[in-house]
């Protein structure tokens, strides 16, 4: 019936409304690209929630610690927890200098240990090197618990007493490892046509090292330092078996609030490092952005 209908002029008129035209290339283009950014993929989903899943609790502290009350019911706005910090935390910022003075140090020298470590293991060839690289990655596979009980070990055995001093190796142990890593990384990637060059213009082993090799391996060098950083300062597991009186960082003043409730001015101090962190990360990523422009 449908075939007599098509014959007909009325059916023909309406096959040809009803039938598709091909699209052009570019409207096919169109509709492709259009479809492709507005369906939701599940890798966007997962990003966003893991995303929403690391800031939230961030952004709850910097909310927080505007709250004029102590606890998690807001009430209005205030600024007296800041005051707080700043004019009447003195045991607070002792214990928060006292991570500075660990981190920065025990990084430090963590950093060179390290960097002089893969430099040696990448660059020369000697029996037990591949001891040496295992031996340097169990500090950073190996639980803190362990490192811990093994540090406070030692020190009980060799009769040192526990304090800063102790604090400071410790860290400077569990941080060499990320150095060790990054730098071996960055040196993977290196260049050794251009030791030759330098050796060939005159260089001494010792220039090398500083003028060629350092310079080039910057970022990792750079990288490994922040990471022992932010280690250190988070670290509370093997700093409490290692720490002794008048060495409290911190995590370990942190911890002994919480059986009589964190106040808000901890929120304070942590929106402080956040921006500090912020704005050292900002200020680096140019700095590393020039370094790679300017080679």
Known sequence: MSHLNEKTPYGQFI?????????????????????????????????AVAIIFLFLPLLVIVVYSFNKAKGMVWTGFSLGWYEKLFLGSEKLWTSFGNSVIIALSSAALATVLGTLAAIGVNWYRFLGRAY???????????????????????????????????????????????????????????????????????????????????????????????????????????TFFVSGPGSTTLPLYVFSMVRYGISPVINALSFIMILGTMLIAFVLRNFLKNIAASK
């Not at 030692?154 to 490892?177: D, E, K, Q, R, Y």
């Not at 290196?190 to 910057?218: K, Y």
């Open 132 to 238: 040496v690289q295992t031996v340097s990655f169990l500090p950073m596979v190996l639980p803190e618990v362990i490192i811990g009980i093994s540090m406070l070990i030692f020190f009980s055995a060799v009769n040192i007493p526990l304090g800063m001093a102790t604090i400071f190796v410790a860290h400077t142990t569990f941080c060499l490892p990320f150095v060790f890593l990054m730098v071996l990384a960055r040196l993977d990637e290196f260049d050794f046509s251009i030791i030759e060059a330098a050796h060939d213009l005159g260089a001494t082993e010792r220039q090398t090292l500083f003028r060629v090799i350092v310079p080039a391996i910057m970022p990792g060098i750079l990288s490994g330092f922040l990471m022992s950083v932010t280690m250190s300062l988070e670290d509370f597991v093997i």
């Open 15 to 47: 096959a040809r409304l009803s039938k598709k035209k091909p699209a052009s290339e570019p409207a096919r283009h169109a509709r492709r690209a259009f479809q492709s950014k507005n369906r939701v993929s599940l890798s966007n989903t997962i990003l």
